[in-house]
């Protein structure tokens, strides 16, 4: 691949770059479009031919209540000539080197081709839904929306009911101002309505559209942030009282926050159907100011050492990217007052308390492991009491990403 060279794209280089996806694809992919203004264009060239390319949208994203310096990699395509070598490493190292020089510490992205960016260092914090539910299954006898009240538009207040809600889960975006202009340029057709306590600043935003589906038409649900149960249980009756019209309703991969929420409310839990897609990705770029950026509930004290075995650093630096930041395998993590620190090395003589790869660690990071048993099963090694102790400076929120891009 002497031959390739990898740079920013301009706009005929882009151009160049958006017909090449949409012959890989298969189709057009909006985004590319959409979000290039917004992200670092990287495109690798073959001589004045693009025959690769991809973006990266520096957007923080929220982990222990904080906004964390993060980048989100989407759109990303080799020409189906040139598949097959080692193309996409190369400019997948760097895009990421690009990133990280804007500031990220973390890298984001949803991808068919798990197993690849496994490779790379990337893991799956959680599994991702999509429910489709008959919409009669969601009224109410008495209508949970008669304690509400129903605003159709979005007044610019729910941008900050949004941002609340979003900092009690770890991955979800901390939208950026160009965020409502860029949904609404993908999808002109979504309604948006706030739901509110009578008298009371808002506690609901819901996002919907009506579209085709095989038999008729569905309700599609882009977004569904509630601040309360009481709140969810209207918003619900609302999406319910479309039964007349609309048969069934789709709860996006993204809408619903992970937990029960949605099969606790049906009377027959066999009336929603779910099902899994690939899941969003997550990557730690620099372990030590992660962990520094991040929060950490304020209760624990803590001090462990930890054995982090970045084996994707290797390919990393074959691919002509670069692993600082990630150098060196044994820290000490120390947590104390809401804060913790990642200090490379650890006390003279003393064992790895608990031993981990980078892919397991952004996953520890994301809160995805809920119990000890399920780190256990996914490779993580150390004696129970230090898992335990680990996995309670994440497990206080749940790992959503709410953006698919």
Known sequence: MDDVEFTAADDGQWKQYQALATRAYGETVPDIALLGAHGDRRVALRGSRVVAGGLGVVVPQWFGGRAVPAASLGCGAVAPEERGGRLAGQLMAQRVRAVREQGAVLATLWTASSRYVRRLGWEAPAQVLSWTVPTAALRREQAATDTLEITHGDSGALAGLRERLAGQWNGPWQRPTW???????????????????????????????????????????????????????????????????????????TALPPGPLLPQRLARIGEARARSWHPWMLRVLDPVRAVE????????????????DHGHAAADADAGGEAAGEAGRRFTLAIGGGRARLDPGGPRGRAADVTLSGGQFAVWYAGGYRSTAAAALAGIRGNADALARLLAATTDREAWLADYF
């Open 293 to 308: 950026l991040r929060g950490w509930p304020p209760h624990l004290d803590d001090e462990l050492v930890l054995d982090i």
């Open 179 to 253: 965020w409502a202009a860029w949904q609404q340029q993908a999808h002109p057709d979504v309604a948006t309505y706030a739901f509110a306590p009578p008298g009371r600043e808002a506690t609901g935003a819901l996002a919907v559209a009506v579209r085709r589906a095989p038999g008729g038409r569905e309700l599609v649900v882009y977004d569904f942030w509630a601040a309360d149960a009481a709140t969810s249980d209207g918003m619900l009756a609302f999406l319910g009282g479309h039964h007349g019209r609309i048969p069934s309703v789709l709860f996006e991969r």
